[in-house]
């Protein structure tokens, strides 16, 4: 093999590495990548069960509930419309995480139509608010969300 | 007086980078061997504005010690009544502090470079302080026009803000110096891999001067690295040691890139092979930094780092960022065509191995990178999404995993060319490792697939890192050598925590009324009290567990959901109970309705082998660094003898004879 070609393949090799592994975080980033849902987009075209999605809106007035288990909390996210979507999670609360807030809850629909949350993004203070719900007060939340997620798939 | 002698320092050494910049690129126009009269300015030019860079930071410093609440950025970052500790960390916990630490580091290295380094030919080294001028003047205007930290207020405020309590922490006086030492430190490398590239300089002596700045920074990127894992893991209480979080990654690209660059320039200064690719690498692992820097400075991120939002400087940066990358990458193409072929080498030689590695560690990078950019990428048409870890494991470790491979067999082939024939033994024995854990740990439960991977790994990287030294006389192998053996075994360690704690992590969450027992693993948790504490700027309630594993003697550990109260917010101390086969991790949360609090509680095995592995592997780099630093005191010691020795020759020689007594 002439040095100059020992170059080329070399580059190449590289080249047809790099691109492969473009293409496959394009290929897995269609599927992996966490959408981020409102409660009504949600409730009228649901995300497969299982599917690692983002769920955000408010946290409805009364209707945070704990479970006997004490860990577990049952709670109802609502949007600009009427729909609300129950949400599951165990775990350690946000500080902030109180009714008529703004949330973002990590997790994946349920077969029973609950959405089991496995984190909860709340107004953690002033430095460090979810991406989705920044800037904004309660109410704003949903509506600024809405504004920003239209083209969701 | 304080500021102004600060801002008046940084004007200086802004307009000393416009000095270095010129004056170096007039060494361009010398001819070969020639000085030109205007080039002999750039190397104080640097070694001053390191000083005056140095000195402005030194007096941020200050202001922050005295808590000079006329200052801004000191009334809104700092408080009178923080411990001093943190009073001077905060100096760096912010938006401009932290830019003019970059800045000041960035001079320092330059300065640094200018002042010690007299290997390189006149016109490559001035070429590559003008380079290096060119990059701190973009952050010298960053910060002068845009966020300016010596910046006074009309009035003085009557008292601070305080400091994001997440970041008053220790944590914080370790983990962003050393990750901006290191960023900073690609930031040599790239000037000298330009000026190379400009003079046409790219020969393994040239390959020399840049390895101690590219190891250098590397140890640094990998410490800071492990302390900010270490830290996050701590302080946020949610028991995760990486979170794929954007600014995290922000520090891995540079350490990704880094370390081929590490390894690429070690074939350039052995062989005189890979010299386009080491510029390239050269020029990449800049720019990761410097994209770190935009993406943890310019607010387009969520996340926990990223407190300073302010659109105005990420579209400041994100111009720097395009014309340094989009400038360096076209002189990039302009000349590499000029940059004549290295030597070569077989498919089956150690550099084969480095080159293959080299391309998985960019593979890796490039999946990482599209990773971190495709939130923003989508947002620009309206579609939010995130990215997490069941996008990054797999995509990353298709790549990790034939790299490490690879990573256990290269060390042992030899340069140039070899037989795989020769290593027979070895092939089988790293073979059997794998293959042999797997199927063991397989036999005991059902475990996820990629820590069962990563488990037979570390043990085929842990044995093979030690096979360079087979049938070697251990006390004649080189400093250098050691360095590799023990950041390759490091990696291996790492590996190994990071698979333990990915299989066999068992965790539990429960309430817990006071007196009351729960069981995690082997260990059974019982909470004594829960009472209110308060610490100089916070206060606290704090849970008492007593833990003892398998009925032994109860351990106390105590937990505490803090409350700050300047700036108000609440964090979760997290109580660590370390052992030599793991942690145990618990965190106190809320109380439920009835009285009980809620207790969560993780142990896992072996975690801590992570961040040992981390250090072991920056260790390695520092055995490295020392190992090439002998070899060259060595050379110039004997080097200065044999001159000695010559010249006493010829004094002699030309000397009339002495008759004798």
Known sequence: MKAKHQRLVLVIIALLAIVGAGLLAAWSLRNQANYFYLPEQMASDPPEIGQAVRLGGMVQAGSIKTMPDGVTVNFMVTGNTADAIPVRYSGILPDLFVENSGVVAEGSLGPDGVFIATNLLAKHDENYVPKELEGMGTDQAAKMAAETTVGLK | ?661
């Open chain 2, 1 to 661: 007086m304080i500021a102004e002698i600060g801002l008046a320092a940084l004007w200086l050494a802004a307009a000393l980078a416009v000095l270095q910049m010129v004056s170096g690129a007039f060494a361009l126009r010398a001819a070969e061997g020639e000085v030109n009269p205007l080039a002999i300015y750039a190397r104080p030019a640097a070694v001053v504005q390191a000083v005056l860079a140095v000195l402005a930071f030194i007096m941020l410093l200050w202001a922050f010690a005295i808590t000079d609440l006329s200052i801004k950025l000191v009334a809104s970052n700092s408080h009178s009544m923080k411990p001093m500790l943190f009073k001077l960390t905060g100096t760096w916990g912010n938006h401009e502090g932290s830019m003019l630490l970059w800045v000041g580091v960035l001079a320092l290295s330059g300065g640094l470079l200018a002042g010690f380094e007299k290997r390189l030919p006149a016109r490559t080294m001035g070429a590559t302080l003008a380079v290096q001028g060119f990059v701190a003047l973009g952050f010298y205007a960053f910060l002068l026009l845009s966020s300016n930290p010596f910046e006074r207020l009309p009035v003085p405020a009557a008292e601070g803000t305080g400091l994001n309590p997440l970041l008053q922490d220790i944590g914080l006086a370790i983990h962003p110096p050393t990750l901006y030492a290191g960023y900073v430190g690609l930031s040599v490398a790239f000037s000298l891999a330009m000026g190379a590239l400009l003079t046409n300089q790219v020969n393994p002596s040239f390959a020399r001067v840049l390895r101690p700045w590219v190891l250098g920074a590397w140890v640094l990127l990998t410490f800071g690295i492990t302390a900010g894992s270490y830290w996050a893991y701590y302080e946020l209480g949610w028991g995760g040691w990486w979170f794929w979080d954007p600014v995290e990654n922000a520090s891995l690209m540079p350490w990704l890139a880094a370390t081929a660059l590490m390894h690429s320039v070690s074939v350039l200064a052995a062989r005189d092979a890979l010299r386009t690719w080491t510029i390239m690498l050269g020029v990449l692992a800049f720019s990761m930094s410097m994209l770190g820097t935009f993406l943890v400075r310019s607010g387009v991120l969520t996340s926990v780092h990223a407190f300073a939002v302010d659109p105005e400087r990420g579209a400041f940066i994100l111009g720097l960022l395009l014309l340094y990358i989009g400038g360096a990458f076209t002189i990039f193409a302009l000349r590499a065509g000029a940059v004549s072929e290295g030597k070569r080498f077989a498919v089956t030689s150690r550099e084969g191995a480095l080159v293959f590695n080299n391309v998985m560690l960019s593979a890796i990078l490039a999946i990482v990178l599209l990773g971190t950019l495709y939130p923003l990428l989508t947002e620009a048409f309206d579609v939010r999404v995130s990215v997490g870890p069941p996008y990054f494991n797999p995509a990353g470790a298709i790549f990790a995993v034939p790299m490490f491979l690879v990573m256990a067999v290269g060390p042992l082939l030899r340069w140039k060319e070899d037989k795989p024939k020769r290593l027979q033994f070895e092939l089988m024995l790293i073979a059997a490792l794998v293959i042999g854990t797997i199927a063991l740990v397989s036999f005991f439960g059902q475990f996820p697939l990629l820590p069962l991977l990563g488990l037979g790994l570390a043990a085929a990287l842990a044995v093979a890192a030690f096979l360079p030294l087979k049938g070697r006389k251990l006390s004649r192998v080189p400093v250098a050598t050691w360095g590799m053996v023990l950041a390759h075994f490091g990696v291996a360690v790492s590996l190994f925590g990071m698979a333990c704690e990915g299989a066999f992590s068992q965790e539990r969450l429960a309430a817990v009324a006071p007196g009351g027992t729960e069981q995690v693993g082997d260990f059974s948790f019982t909470l004594e009290s829960v009472t209110p504490v308060a610490g100089p700027n916070w206060t606290a309630i704090e849970a008492r567990l007593a833990i003892s594993k398998d009925g032994g003697e109860p351990v106390i550990l105590a937990p505490q959901a803090r409350n700050f109260w300047s700036p108000p917010m609440a964090t979760s101390e997290s109580a660590l109970l370390t052992r030599w086969d793991g942690q145990l991790y618990a965190v106190v949360g809320n109380q439920a309705e009835d009285g009980r609090w809620q207790i969560r509680v993780w142990w896992k095995p072996f975690v801590t082998f992570i961040w040992y592995g981390g250090l072991l592997i920056a260790l390695g780099g520092i055995l490295a660094i020392a190992g090439r630093v002998k070899v060259d005191v060595k050379r110039r010691v004997a080097s200065a003898k044999g001159a000695e020795r010559r010249a006493d020759i010829e004094a002699l020689g030309a000397a009339a004879p002495v008759p004798a007594e």
